[in-house]
């Protein structure tokens, strides 16, 4: 047998073991170790990325600024008035959620989590973060970013590492309503790079442009009220069962280095 | 090869898989096409360092298979099998060691590995009914470019600082060696 067949024979075979032991699990332990002791590394690297993005991201023209500029004063506007009435009902909610007693029951706290790899295809919004089953993850748990504003769920999770797929990735799927109302409205869906709509809208619900939509609640871990985005604009004929609306998304998803994973109370782990 | 090279070796393997697992996922474009792990492995076949390939292979596509954000797609078994591929080719087809000799492997290297994934994502999809995701074949151009660039770079550093690739003349014989 020749050095060539021999060496064929070993790859071949190596690859067979690998194979067997990563279906059969026994590889588990330490495919767990390894990406254990390479997550810092890679969240450094994929921090030093983010941040070279960042550096070359592209300017906006002076047009293109202004444009924006106006946009956001409109937005400004109709958030002002949002603003002070919720400002009004949350005094209103302090005072009876202290007589309720309301704040300790929670059911919700944040597991912060890395960000150590993202897809390398373009077209997915998908991240790896350093969290796992050991910290009481699970699939379909809500991840958010700052003040509660909803960035995706986790898809896959293993020990020490677990998936969140982003709002904006074809695959994501999350029911949302409209802030302030508990009422199911519709669907949001990714549709890749960066950008979301909302879509099976009943044409009798009423939607405008900078309506916020938040998550409604009706899947399982995920709680309501987390912030979803804002909409763009709204299609759809009137002849139409449903409309559809172009979602502004709040968080920048390209840019995501920390998440908070909202895990159950009861499932945290002692 | 010595220790210390194997060691290096090692060390530089890993530092590729995880570059192309996680720096390359979140910087900024043009870096998308640079993936200096498969023509790094064709040219240590190019200079009769076949199991420090194979061993770059193994390391590297490991790191990715467990580091990815994603269903990576078996890099590993993907990347081994190329390099089988590769062996063969640099043997009975691209004999010589010339730049264009080179060249053509990294292509070849690169092409095939890619209908692999194509055939794996194909393959996934009738069975678990889940394809896994794939690069687009317009990217392909772009990758193979940067390839070329880091063949003739790596190609060119050899030949400046060792003797492997200089074709000498023997002033007495007058004939190549």
Known sequence: ?270 | MRKSSWVLLGAAALAGGIYETTFLGSAPFPFYYIRPVLPLCVMLFMLNRRPAAYVTAFLAGGVIDLLSATASGWVIGRWLIVLLVVDVLSERVTTNRSLYAAMALVVMARVLDRVLWQLLSWVSFYIIRQPIPVDSWRSLVGILMVDMLITTLVFVSVTFLTKRFVISVNPRKERYE
């Open chain 1, 1 to 270: 047998m020749t050095l060539r067949s021999r060496t064929a024979l070993m790859v071949l075979g190596a690859l067979m073991a690998l194979g067997i032991l990563h279906i059969t699990g026994l590889l588990l332990p330490v495919e767990n170790l390894i990406r254990m002791v390479l997550a810092p590394i890679g969240s450094g690297m994929t921090s030093a990325g983010t941040n070279l993005s960042q550096r070359f991201s592209r300017d906006l023209t002076a047009e293109q600024c202004r444009d924006h500029a106006a946009d956001l004063e409109t937005q400004l506007a109709s958030v002002s008035v949002d603003y002070v009435r919720l400002k009004a009902l949350e005094e209103e909610n302090e005072v009876l959620s202290k007589t309720l007693g309301y704040l300790q029951k929670q059911g919700y706290d944040a597991v912060m989590g890395r960000v150590i790899s993202r897809s390398g295809i373009p077209e997915q919004s998908v991240v790896m973060i350093d969290r796992g089953t050991k910290d009481g993850l699970e699939n379909g748990m809500a991840v958010i970013m700052g003040d509660g504003i909803f960035v995706g769920k986790i898809t896959s999770v293993q020990e020490r590492t677990a998936t969140v797929t982003l709002l904006s990735d074809e695959q994501s799927r999350v029911a949302v309503s409209k802030a302030g109302q508990r009422k199911l409205i519709g669907l949001v869906e990714g549709k890749g790079n960066w950008t979301a709509e909302a879509t099976l809208i009943p044409q009798q619900e009423t939607l405008e442009p900078n309506d916020v939509l938040v998550t409604s609640g009706t899947e399982g871990k995920i709680p309501p009220n987390l912030v979803v985005g804002l909409v763009n604009k709204v299609e759809g004929q009137p002849t139409d069962p449903f409309k559809k609306a172009a979602i502004e998304l709040l968080a920048p998803m390209e840019y995501v280095e920390v998440l908070a994973v909202l895990r159950p109370q009861a499932l945290r782990p002692n």
